[in-house]
């Protein structure tokens, strides 16, 4: 069963733009000269969001520096049960100035990274930015037709290729994007719209609301609250030193028509949102 929004990488345009899996179920793109502008707000806020962080090399030496001091930091304490600290010092004095070190320098990274950010963020260029990208969006929406009342869901997409040997690969950090779109019913339809292209499910084709027992790694936060406020505490999301991730179980929404058989992933917050739109049964 093949994921609607899955993109194979092989598939990309010459205008940059990716085709999912599941392209029959596309109606509708959003025009090009909105899309251009609604991009060029996105580069925008793009610059100012690498200005407010520091350089790679710097985060990089940050993450490394954290990962020192924590490792010299737990070795010591581990032993100091059975070692007095004096004694310790005397036979690995290199531990302490390089773990004292590392976490001094760990530490002066972090704040400067602080700094930075707070500085960009109140630069009078973010407002002027914010409001601007607003605009674009509301236009974007107008382009695309997506009602006022319609829902934000998030819904799990992915990029791939297939190898040599006929095998599928994942691109990116994680197997899964968290991508948010705008899901409303238009007619006999189920449309989930983003600002670039809406994918029409006619209601007639939708099979099932399967729950999946597994795992689900993915990139990316949509939703105004953090994954670990008090209203998403009940779905247990996880997340790694990396900013990737976990759930458990999901949501597979299967479909079946003419164009075989798809699916459209969920992550288990989304449950009841989707269950309000369309009325099918949970196997």
């Given at each position: 069963m093949k994921n609607i929004f899955a993109f194979n990488i092989a598939n990309?345009?010459?205008?940059?733009?990716m085709t999912p899996d599941g392209s029959a179920y596309i109606t509708r793109r959003a025009s090009s000269s909105v899309q251009?502008?609604?991009e060029e707000k996105r580069e925008a806020a793009a610059r100012v969001e690498r200005a407010s962080s520091l350089p790679l090399w710097l985060l990089i030496i940050e993450f490394i520096a954290w990962l020192v001091f924590?490792?010299?930091l737990?070795?010591?304490?581990?032993?100091?049960a059975d070692t007095p600290l004096s004694v310790m010092y005397e036979n690995a004095a290199a531990v302490f100035y390089v773990g004292g070190a590392a976490g001094i320098a760990a530490l002066a990274l972090w704040i400067a990274g602080r700094i930075r950010k707070k500085r960009v963020m109140q630069s009078p260029a973010v407002p002027y930015l914010t409001e601007e990208?607003?605009?674009a969006i509301a236009r974007a929406k107008e382009d695309m037709e997506i009602p006022a009342d319609a829902k934000c869901i998030d819904i799990f997409t992915c990029c791939y290729k297939v190898n040599a040997k006929g095998k599928i690969r994942y691109k990116g950090m994680c197997r899964y994007s968290n991508a948010e779109f705008y899901a409303f019913i238009r007619g006999a339809c189920l449309c989930l719209s983003t600002l670039e292209f809406e994918a029409s499910i006619p209601l007639a084709t939708v099979l099932s609301l399967q729950r999946i027992d597994k795992r689900a790694e993915f990139c990316g936060w949509n939703k105004e609250k953090a994954f670990n406020a008090p209203e998403y505490k009940p779905y247990k999301i996880r997340a790694n030193q990396f900013g990737i991730l976990f759930v458990k179980p999901y949501f597979s929404l299967r479909i079946s028509g003419s164009q075989g058989d798809f699916e459209i992933l969920f992550p288990p917050y989304e449950e009841q949102t989707l269950r309000s739109l369309v009325n099918v049964p949970v196997a």
């Open positions: 990309v345009a010459a205008d940059g733009t251009g502008d609604l924590i490792c010299c737990g070795g010591t304490l581990k032993s100091l990208m607003n605009k």
